[in-house]
Nanobody, 118 residues
Framework: QVRLVESGGGLVQAGGSLRLSCAAS????????MGWYRQGPGKQRELVAVTTTSGATNYADSVKGRFTISRDNAKNTVYLQMDSLKPEDTAVYYC????????????WGQGTQVTVSS
């Protein structure tokens, strides 16, 4: 099992910044990929950014150039730096982890709310 604990959400004005953190525990040596998904009001959950153990990253087109994913392997933590936030970034953000080759993550955090006011 992998446990993911997120922190860092909140309310921010458009154009502002937030940083999300996600600490992993458990069978972390099996994790191949960690990242962030989000689910806005009335929308499906979507990928925001992911990073693999080799350092490769993948971003949603809507956040490229504004969000940056990074990881601290010593702390088993992944971060999402969100800059130039827009109201449409408002969503519950979920940390994710993969230990298999499935298309979707195997583990999810509890979610943290990000609200961007206009």
């Amino acid at each position: 099992q992998v446990r993911l604990v997120e922190s860092g959400g909140g309310l921010v004005q458009a154009g502002g910044s937030l940083r999300l953190s996600c600490a992993a525990s458990g069978i972390i040596f099996r994790i191949t990929e960690m990242g962030w998904y989000r689910q806005g009001p009335g929308k499906q959950r979507e990928l925001v950014a992911v990073t693999t153990t080799s350092g490769a990253t993948n971003y949603a087109d809507s956040v490229k150039g504004r969000f940056t994913i990074s990881r601290d392997n010593a702390k088993n933590t992944v971060y999402l730096q969100m800059d130039s936030l827009k109201p449409e970034d408002t969503a519950v953000y979920y940390c994710s982890a993969k230990v298999t080759s499935a298309n979707l993550p195997d583990y999810w955090g509890q979610g943290t709310q990000v609200t961007v006011s206009s």
